[in-house]
């Protein structure tokens, strides 16, 4: 079923991404994955970049996400989680980890 394979998916995904294996977790990403941060304007194409651009990020600790819950519709999944304050200071981040 598409519905479980989209959530082994995303779970692994998160899976990877707390454990900060930018690498699995760039991995899991559709071939045309582009990342977009509105507040910044900064927009990072393809896996490799995913996986660069959090490696390189300057923080004193690992990230650490919540996942709050998975919602399947059909062939599409996502994964509101939320990013813990210990990498770059941030209190909180929230967004989706999308599907295939």
Known sequence: MVADSNRE???RFWRAMNSN???AAGRLLHDGYVLEWPQSGERVR???NFAA?????PA?????FTVNGLMC???AMTAPAALGGSRGGWPSAHG???ST
């Open 21 to 23: 294996d930018w690498q």
């Open 73 to 75: 519709i059909a062939a």
């Open 9 to 11: 998916l995303v779970e």
């Open 46 to 48: 393809g896996r490799e």
């Open 60 to 64: 004193a600790a690992a990230w650490r």
């Open 53 to 57: 651009i959090n490696a390189n990020y």
């Open 96 to 98: 989706d980890a999308g």
